[in-house]
């Protein structure tokens, strides 16, 4: 091949892997706008413009701006499990669009600590306290793992997502916190001390037996 020819089928292929990924990227985002409720005459209209950047961005801002709709929606009516898998899509979107290279920009990252927050509100209706399920991924979740916390102090000051987990996107979670029924001791005679016993003033002290067996 002469160099012209070898610079031709190189911008060709160029031209193809983009395409491909641009096919790829706007198919993402839009099938992630149906699971919002994105309008689905926007969509049809995108899908069907010609594939370009352009249109990438618009199936990705209409999957965004239906997602901030549906979560405001969810949080209105207080349905915390809904805000929780939303928030938790929107962040994982985002971080393989980045590359999913840790670690998390600042925005990925308030998206997953309210995704977490909103398990914790949820979790407050059944709960006071919360056992935070720690993932293998660094010493930091190991730690946590199985210990137990308060709600309303991790509304307050939130330890989730862990700082600087390795996997960018900290995969520990929030569970219900398991109180085991208390029973109720009975109390034990101190070792050594007597018996308790009835006093006849006439008689002296009889042990307390039943009265059928106590003499006349």
């Given amino acids: ?17 983009v395409e491909q990924t ?17 309008s689905p005459d926007r969509r049809q209209r995108i899908a069907d413009a010609p594939l370009s950047s352009a249109s990438v961005q618009a199936a990705r801002t209409l999957y965004l701006v239906a997602a ?19 928030r938790r899509q929107q962040a994982a979107a985002l971080y393989e669009e980045a590359g999913s290279s840790p670690p998390p920009s600042a925005e990925i990252l308030a998206l997953h600590r309210d995704a977490l927050l909103a398990t914790l509100r949820e979790v407050s209706a059944v ?25 309303a102090d991790e509304l307050r000051t939130p330890r989730l997502p862990h700082a600087g ?10 569970w219900p916190a398991v109180q085991l029924p208390t029973t109720k001791r009975r109390r034990r005679r101190p ?7 009835a006093v006849d003033a006439s008689r002296g002290p009889v042990e307390d037996v039943p009265a059928d067996l106590q003499e006349p």
């Fill in 1 to 17: 091949m002469t160099e012209a020819a070898v610079e031709v089928f190189e911008a060709e292929r160029f031209r193809a892997a």
């Fill in 22 to 38: 641009w096919t790829r990227e706007r198919r993402d985002w839009l099938a992630l706008g149906r699971l919002v409720g994105a």
């Fill in 68 to 86: 901030e709709r549906a979560v405001r929606e969810a949080r209105r009516e207080k349905h915390w499990d809904v805000v929780a898998r939303l």
């Fill in 127 to 151: 709960a006071r306290n919360v056992e935070l399920v720690g993932a293998a991924c660094c010493a930091t979740c190991r730690a946590d793992n199985e210990k137990v916390f308060k709600i």
């Fill in 165 to 174: 987990c390795p996997r960018g996107l900290c995969a520990c979670d929030w």
């Fill in 191 to 197: 070792s050594g001390t007597a018996p308790a016993v």
